[in-house]
């Protein structure tokens, strides 16, 4: 069956406001979207770039912890305040923000406010595990998707599909990709995050211009308030409520939990995209071993890699 023909047999999907073909979630202000759109950036500002559920929250904190030499978001504060999402709170309140500017986008490259003067950080996460963590996502924000009681088996076809808030996976990574070897952007992965927190953090604060190296206290309590631990507290600081029963916000925090997600068929499918739409990128390379494991999976055969973070 066509997968448009499967998206269309679906008793439910999610809710979405559109923007002609984009959609958003709904609640956002169009005229906060219209106006992101047309923001221009300062020299100076600081782009957190990413699809949903890719590691944006972790980045923006580890941000806002270098730029607060290591002390946290305080229980009573929002993240979003210091680094708003620009397409759900509109140009101004990133214009009203003090200078240098920190800001959250999930635009694709081509919608998303650029200029050669301010820098992107791009962070991107296997799509095994992005779906997964946005079915989640989405089906504990009634209000911006009312799709609480929406399967997997039916958000997976949305997905597939790029029918979703921000659009198509891997139109957006293929967006963003063109500025791979631009010196305004650093490109890290969720997975590499994981693996070597330690690494990522100094990445990212040479990147912010900070030297973190030679500031052992703040880099331990970097790494110390960014971990998913500290960050699994007190998440009022980076999500509304959500109803009884759902999953956290920072939920699992791991690599691999597709597999207690997806049928074989799923998988085959997602797997038939990764390596049409990958190909020409260094992803098919750093998740050669994700990808493997799903090789594995189909053939019925046990997993071999584990969480990268396990908690
Ligand atoms: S959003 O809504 O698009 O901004 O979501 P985003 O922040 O990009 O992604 C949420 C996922 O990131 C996980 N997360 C973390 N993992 C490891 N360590 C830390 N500190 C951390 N903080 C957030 C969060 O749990 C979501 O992934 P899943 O797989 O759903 O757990």
């Given at each position: 069956m066509l997968p448009g023909a499967r998206l269309r047999l679906m008793a439910l999907k999610p809710s979405y406001t559109w923007h002609d073909t984009f959609a958003m979630p709904m609640g956002f202000p169009p005229s906060a979207f219209k106006s992101a759109l047309e923001y221009e950036p300062a020299p100076g500002d600081f782009f957190i770039a990413t699809?949903?559920?890719?590691?944006t929250t972790w980045a923006q904190h580890i941000v806002y912890l270098i730029a607060h030499r290591g002390?946290?978001?305080?229980?009573?504060?929002?993240l979003g305040a210091t680094i708003p999402h620009i397409e759900e709170v509109g140009a101004q309140a990133a214009r009203d923000l003090v200078p240098p500017r920190t800001i959250k986008t999930h635009l694709p490259f081509a919608m998303a406010p650029y200029s050669e003067h301010a820098r992107y950080l791009h962070i991107t996460r296997n799509p095994f595990d992005c779906a997964v963590s946005f079915y989640h996502h989405t089906r504990g924000f009634p209000q911006h998707y009312?799709?609480?009681?929406?399967?997997f088996e039916e958000y997976f076809e949305c997905f597939l599909a790029g029918e979703v808030d921000f659009g198509d996976y891997f139109d957006h990574l293929a967006s963003w990709y063109t500025?791979?070897?631009?010196?305004?952007c650093l490109f890290l992965t969720y997975e590499g995050m994981s693996t070597d927190p330690k690494a990522a953090v100094l990445a990212i604060g040479e990147f912010m211009g900070a030297d973190l190296i030679n500031d052992e206290a703040v880099l331990t309590a970097v790494l110390k308030h960014s971990s998913f631990a500290s960050m699994s507290k007190d998440q009022q600081r980076w999500a509304s409520q959500r109803p009884d029963g759902m999953p956290a916000?920072?939920?699992?925090?791991?690599?691999?939990?597709w597999r207690n997600h997806f049928s074989p068929e799923q998988a085959a499918r997602l797997l038939e995209k990764c390596e049409r739409r990958l190909s020409s990128t260094k992803y098919v390379e750093q998740w050669s071993q994700l990808f493997d494991d799903v090789r594995r999976f189909l053939r019925g055969d046990g997993a071999t890699t584990r969480g990268t973070n396990e908690h």
């Open positions: 699809y949903p559920k890719c590691g002390v946290p978001v305080p229980a009573t504060a929002s009312n799709f609480t009681d929406g399967t500025l791979e070897n631009a010196a305004n916000f920072v939920r699992k925090g791991r690599t691999g939990d």
